[in-house]
Nanobody
């Protein structure tokens, strides 16, 4: 069982930045594709970004965050980051990281491939 812990959310003014982290105690996080998803009140959960396992390394972004968000890995720390810059009020949501249930599969932004989920971290963007 892979347990993920996501953190780093908070309140920020429009135009500000936050860095979310997704970590696990296991040393094999680099085998998994990791996705970041978000869910705002009254809306469906949507894929924001994903990064494939370290053997592939490909990354994908939703159009709404391209050029503003960056996903990355630090394998030594068993952590995946989501750097969020130029935040907008519409970015406000609960953000979740998730791991694919199949090792070494190329990531995608569809949530159905993801079996392991973090508990979520709240991001608030307002003035």
């Amino acid at each position: 069982q892979l347990q993920l812990v996501d953190s780093g959310g908070g309140w920020v003014q429009p135009g500000g930045s936050l860095r979310l982290s997704c970590t696990t105690s296991r040393s094999t996080l680099n085998y998994y594709s990791i996705g970041w998803f978000r869910q705002a009140p009254g809306k469906e959960r949507e894929g924001v970004s994903c990064i494939s396992s370290s053997s592939d390394g490909s990354t994908y972004y939703a159009d709404s965050v391209k050029g503003r968000f960056t996903i990355s890995r630090d394998n030594a720390k068993n952590t995946v980051y989501l750097q969020m810059n130029s935040l907008k009020p519409e970015d406000a949501a609960v953000y979740y990281c998730a791991a694919d249930q199949v090792l070494f599969r190329r990531c995608n932004l569809g949530e159905y491939d993801y079996h392991y989920w973090g508990q979520g971290t709240q991001v608030t963007v307002s003035s």
